[in-house]
């Protein structure tokens, strides 16, 4: 693989479930990223995690959650999955999240709570 | 917080130049990005600026004025390929990106 990988590329979730969303990045970068996107509102940060080990909340945290156990790997439960949470949702990385560095993201999973 | 405007909409003729405007109001600066994102696809990264002044990267430019709160995209020779949405991003004093809603560019023939 290159680059950053997601799965699933969609999903339909019952409202009430627990999901977990996967990301990969294979560039060794430090920093990884979650953000929604919402038609009309852009992209909006979720979690982020500056290095592996750490973790720090963004701007729409609540009903997430996300670990860092390694580099490569960042991946984001809801833990309770509710209909605002029908979103598109993106992974990001960078190599230095305190530089001139640039986000690189992943594809995308669609997610459709009902 | 963070404020940043860019327009909902622009449609360009093949071949013309259009410009996207974007306006920011930020807790602290560093550095304006710009993303091209076809739908359904994820972001592309175009540009980076974090002093005044113009960036030229082939058919693509990206100005920035700090004291303005203000930057511009221009896309010069329009191809078909160009249609896409275009996001405005700033990095703030906490270097966290925040991202405009979007300009989605329509291209016509």
């Known amino acids: 693989i290159a680059g950053i990988t997601q799965a699933p590329t969609s999903q339909i979730l019952a409202a009430g479930r627990r999901m977990t969303l996967r990301c990969t990045q294979d560039m060794r970068h430090n920093a990884m990223y979650w953000y929604r996107q919402d038609l009309g509102l852009g992209l909006r940060l979720i979690h982020y995690?500056?290095?592996?080990?750490?973790?720090g909340k963004g701007e729409v945290p609540d009903g997430y959650s996300v670990s860092r156990a390694n580099t490569d790997d960042f991946p984001l439960t809801l833990a309770s999955a509710v209909p605002s949470q029908t979103s598109v949702y993106f992974c990001?990385?960078?190599?230095?999240?305190?530089?001139?560095?640039?986000?690189?993201f992943g594809p995308g999973t669609r997610l459709t709570v009902l | 917080g963070q404020n940043i405007d860019q327009p909902t909409e622009m449609t360009a003729t093949e071949g013309a130049i259009v410009q996207i405007n974007c306006t920011y109001q930020?807790?602290?600066?560093?550095?304006l990005f710009w993303y091209q994102q076809h739908a359904g696809e994820a972001p592309t990264f175009l540009s980076y600026n974090v002093l005044d002044g113009l960036e030229e990267k082939g058919r693509f430019s990206s100005f920035l004025s700090r004291s303005k709160g203000y930057s511009y995209l221009l896309l010069k020779e329009l191809q078909m390929k160009d249609s896409a949405s275009y996001l405005c991003a700033v990095r703030g004093g906490d270097y966290k990106l925040s991202f405009g809603a979007g300009t989605t560019v329509t291209v016509r023939a």
């Open positions: 990001a990385s960078s190599d230095s999240p305190g530089s001139a560095d640039t986000q690189y």
């Open positions: 995690s500056n290095t592996a080990g750490t973790t």
């Open positions: 930020t807790s602290g600066f560093n550095g």
